[in-house]
């Protein structure tokens, strides 16, 4: 017996936009959810940008979004570091939404014995940044980090992303990070309690197996992947699990809405 899906929770990068342009039916599917009154969230493992930024960005290439219907790994970051401690301080290495989280869920920010150190993604990765976090880190400083993503996408080719620097300073420490972001499914369960959803009637909308719809599964949600992003027809079967339904885009979406 198929669920009856009330709300939606959907991956940016590869479902709706591909490098700043908005993918085919990404926008129809947006306006359908909105018009519909669907409760949604989109979803993302980038830490650099607040809510307000991608906002803007989905709007520059004709997809109109508000900023409280976006989710990233660093609000759900925050959101976890405030259940385990709130009112904590941390030493983050990262860019403006991971700073701004957590200084919005009440965090001190400081390199002087904090509580955690948190490990973003940022384009500027500093060596005197990576120290000092290692030697927090060796002083007792909890480890954790947004994401679990090696690579990030450029112009240019691949950049090294959270987990390639985690892994740098975890070799030199020996603590492993805990990861928030996708393929952990406490991202999908913050992300309903965000929108008071339940796992029942929710789906997971995205394009990568090894972190969209993991997370989903694990979370109790039905997946949908679509293949307008990384992962084609022929790498499902790599995986031992499946999404419930394979698409070629949002686009085959609109009418379900």
């Known amino acids: 017996m198929t669920r009856e899906i009330r709300s939606w929770l959907s991956d940016m990068d590869g479902v709706l936009v591909h490098e700043g342009t908005a993918l085919p039916g990404a926008a129809e599917f947006v306006t359908a959810l909105r018009d519909g009154d669907r409760p949604f969230l989109v979803l993302t493992n980038n830490s650099i940008f607040t809510p307000r930024d991608l906002a803007a960005r989905l709007r520059a290439s004709g997809i109109d979004i508000p900023e409280r219907a976006i989710w990233t790994s660093a609000l759900a970051t925050a959101q976890f570091l405030t259940d385990q401690m709130p009112g904590g301080s941390a030493y983050t290495i990262g860019e403006a939404g991971l700073t701004t989280a957590l200084y919005e869920a009440g965090y001190t920010l400081t390199s002087s014995s904090p509580d955690f150190v948190v490990l973003g993604e940022t384009r500027t990765y500093s060596f005197e ?59 999908i369960r913050s992300a309903l309690n965000r929108i008071d959803a339940h796992s029942e009637t929710t789906v997971m909308v995205g394009d990568r197996m090894d972190t969209d719809v993991v997370a989903g599964i694990e979370a109790g949600l039905r997946t949908f992947l679509v293949l307008s992003g990384s992962t084609r027809r022929e790498d499902v079967e790599r995986f031992p699990f499946r999404p419930n339904e394979i698409l070629d885009s949002v686009a085959d979406l609109v009418a379900r809405v």
């Open 129 to 187: 940044a990576i120290t000092q976090a290692i030697r927090l880190i060796q002083g007792g400083a909890r480890f954790i980090a947004t994401n679990p993503d090696v690579t990030g996408p450029s112009a240019e080719g691949d950049l090294p992303a959270t987990g390639a620097v985690a892994a740098m300073i975890s070799a030199a420490t020996g603590r492993q990070p805990y990861f928030v972001g996708k393929p952990n499914p406490m991202m």
